[in-house]
């Protein structure tokens, strides 16, 4: 593959719901386009795209896959991305390194909730939007019933370019109606053919439905459709280009994959009509002193890494997009947000599994690989150390379900660590920790699908086998009562003996007032040397609980009297009298369990808000208010008991059919309810007793 100049390069990710087609439409560009010489199937694991064995076993895109063609001398850059919620990240990577998004949709007649949230991450990351309407063979799709709903959801800019000819097992071609020149497919060839007569009137009407939202892009063109009614050929393309680069336009194109219907035509597009990494907005950064800098295509070397990839053949790839310069074989490269240098061995124009395509180098607008960069991990920007720049981070979504993993065997717990940190280098919405308080590590993701591929990916590819389990929840104890107790240890078994006395009050502080200790002895009732060690006795206590073995918070204890042996009295002993006086006041101070309490934001359709408050009453939430976020659809705010959210993203999709999505931060801790209190220290009696 040769090397092409800025303006001949065209950065296109394909996004949309899954199962809509998107790997077996990039499949079929590349194959007309003669970059493969036969074409895969995603059921058959053949894809070109599709070569994870995760990817190939369960017939779905996990990975976006960087995929360059050649066409009428320019270079499309594909990037084919996965539909499915729990792997939205590589999307949101994706849509950084591109100027337009293509969001394939079925012909069924619906807007499934990936066409939403394509939409939505296009338009945030302030790209082109093209819909091509896919799997139009098939029967009961309807082109123009899909084109009513795209154009009811998301606006009259959404206006057809191509119009089908014929419909489910007869669709043939495409009229375009920029041209009004028609295209059938016969064997996966294109011919030019006459447009159908029935097809008229579909035609003025659609044409029309195009010349005005073209005309609408510019206003010297709003005057000459007020003036003729109408524009010429040359206008309208020049609306359309426009409309397109600015994302006010959304053309919608049709066409069938699977019988390569449709393909010729779309490479023929992207070539013509999609705006080149020169056409795009000015690029900026921040230099190293913090001010912000636009980035021109001749400055010195700098990009940004929308996807990093443990790869079996060549180890960890990273994936990026020039944004000026260019950077070559055997050169080095300044990571800004590490502040370390990388060297660069090879670069790829993109790597599919045992296939390499090796690049002399890659220049601004474009986009590649590397193997084995140390330090550098999605997100991050890579440039010329002499000119540092440092481009804005992706805004990648929180995990929001989280499981507790351990190794099943003392040779995997080795490994595990440093299995689950590399990982987490390939992937920004994978998250671990270690949860002191519960001596569990936790990893965190985007859906319980997410977390199941991570648990194989750790079998397969690093030999460490795990178990998992819901985690446990960090509960805590304190007191709501004043009480009073003596804690005497006095032990005496031949020789030296063992005496201490105390008597402590215990008061419950407000919360997060955390622990008080007040030493208010008089008249030496306890030697100085020995009151530190009472305390030191209590907070031992504090750690092992009053009822659920759980940290106990929020206490004021005070040391009010006591006596001592001359002999037998020692720091131990008046620890252990303590302790047993703080057990012996705890108890009667009546205690509770507290429960940590999480701030959810959630953001639904209008359809789905009283389902949603009803989940959340039977949750034991507090709903704190709502209010419209546009587009039909309602932010709740609430607090929830950490406990009842750890499966929440599942019942959230499950209510809402994929559309609702949340956050949640801690917020607090709270008295658990009785019924609940008591569940939890029973939970807690049989774990001690195993």
């Not at 389902?611 to 587009?631: C, F």
């Amino acid at each position: 593959m040769k090397t092409y100049p800025i303006d001949a390069i065209r950065n296109i990710v394909l996004a949309g719901h899954g199962g809509t087609g998107k790997t077996s439409l990039v499949e079929a560009l590349l194959y007309k386009s003669g970059m493969i010489q036969r074409l895969g199937s995603v059921d058959k694991g053949t894809s070109a795209s599709d070569c994870d064995e995760d990817e190939i076993q369960r017939k779905m895109t996990i990975n976006a896959a960087l995929l360059p063609c050649e066409w009428k001398n320019k270079k499309l850059n594909f990037i084919d991305t996965p539909g499915y919620p729990d792997f939205v990240g590589d999307v949101i990577g994706a849509m950084r390194a591109v100027e337009t998004a293509i969001i394939v949709v079925d012909g069924g007649g619906t807007i499934e909730v990936g066409t939403d949230t394509a939409w939505e991450n296009a338009d945030a990351a302030g790209i082109s939007k093209v819909f091509f309407v896919n799997k139009l063979e098939k029967e009961n799709n309807d082109f123009y019933k899909t084109l009513e709903a795209l154009r009811e959801r998301y606006g009259t800019t959404v206006a057809p370019l191509w119009l089908p000819i014929g419909a489910e097992a007869s669709f043939t071609g495409v009229v375009d109606l920029l041209t009004q020149k028609g295209y059938t497919w016969a064997d996966g060839k294109v011919s030019p053919c006459d447009v159908p007569a029935d097809m008229a009137a579909a035609i003025e009407e659609n044409r029309e439905a195009l010349i005005e939202a073209a005309a609408e892009m510019d206003d010297d063109l709003l005057e000459k459709f007020f003036a003729d009614s109408t524009l010429s050929d040359e206008d309208l393309a020049k609306g359309l280009e426009i409309g397109i680069k600015s994302g006010k336009l959304v053309p919608v194109l049709c066409g069938s994959a699977a019988k390569l219907v449709g393909i010729d035509t779309l490479l023929d597009f992207a070539a013509g009509s999609l705006p080149s990494p020169k056409d795009a907005d000015n690029v900026t950064g921040v230099d190293a002193e913090g001010n912000e800098v636009t980035v021109k295509p001749e400055d010195p070397f700098s990009a940004l890494v929308f996807k990093t990839l443990a790869d079996p053949y060549v180890g960890k790839l990273t994936f990026f997009r020039v944004f000026s310069g260019s950077v070559k074989a055997d050169s080095r490269a300044f990571n800004t947000d590490k502040e370390r240098e990388e060297r660069f061995g090879q670069v790829y124009y993109t790597v599919i599994g045992k296939s390499q395509q090796v690049a002399e180098s890659i220049g601004a607008g474009d986009m590649g690989a590397v193997a084995k960069l140390q330090y550098t991990v999605t997100g991050d920007s890579l440039c010329d150390k002499a000119k540092q720049v440092t481009f804005a981070p992706i805004a990648f979504p929180d995990p929001v379900y989280s499981l507790a993993v351990g190794a099943k065997t003392k040779a995997d717990e080795d490994k595990l660590g440093s299995a689950l940190g590399k990982l987490a280098e390939c992937d920004p919405t994978f998250k671990t920790v270690r949860e002191k308080e519960t001596s569990q590590t936790i990893m965190s993701g985007l859906g319980d699908t997410h977390l199941d591929i991570i648990v194989d990916r750790l079998k397969r590819k690093f030999g460490v086998e795990v178990e998992t389990s819901t985690p446990k929840i960090a509960y805590r104890e304190t007191i709501t009562a004043k009480a009073e107790a003596q804690g005497r240890h006095k032990k005496q078994s031949g020789g030296r003996g063992q005496f201490g006395d105390c008597w402590i009050r215990l008061e419950p502080q407000e919360r997060g007032a955390g622990y008080e200790y007040v030493d208010a002895i008089v008249g030496g009732a306890i030697p100085r040397q020995f009151i530190p060690s009472v305390d030191k006795g209590i907070r031992e206590a504090l750690n092992s609980g009053i009822q659920a073995g759980c940290p106990v918070v929020d206490v004021k204890v005070t040391c009010y009297d006591g006596s001592f042996h001359p002999v037998d009295s020692s720091d131990m002993a008046f620890q252990l009298a303590g302790k047993l006086a703080f057990q012996a006041a705890a108890m009667k101070a009546r205690p509770v369990l507290l429960e940590p309490i999480m701030d959810v934001e959630i953001i639904v359709p209008d359809m789905y808000m009283g389902d949603v408050i009803g989940d959340l009453n039977t949750k034991r939430g507090r709903v704190g208010g709502m209010e419209p976020v546009g587009g039909g659809r309602q932010l709740v705010k609430a607090q929830v008991p950490m406990a009842e959210m750890q499966r929440y993203i599942i019942d959230l999709r499950s209510i809402a059919r994929g559309r609702g999505r949340f956050s949640a931060k801690f917020s607090h801790y709270e008295e658990v309810p009785q019924n609940v209190a008591q569940e939890v220290i029973a939970e807690a009696a049989k774990a001690k007793e195993s």
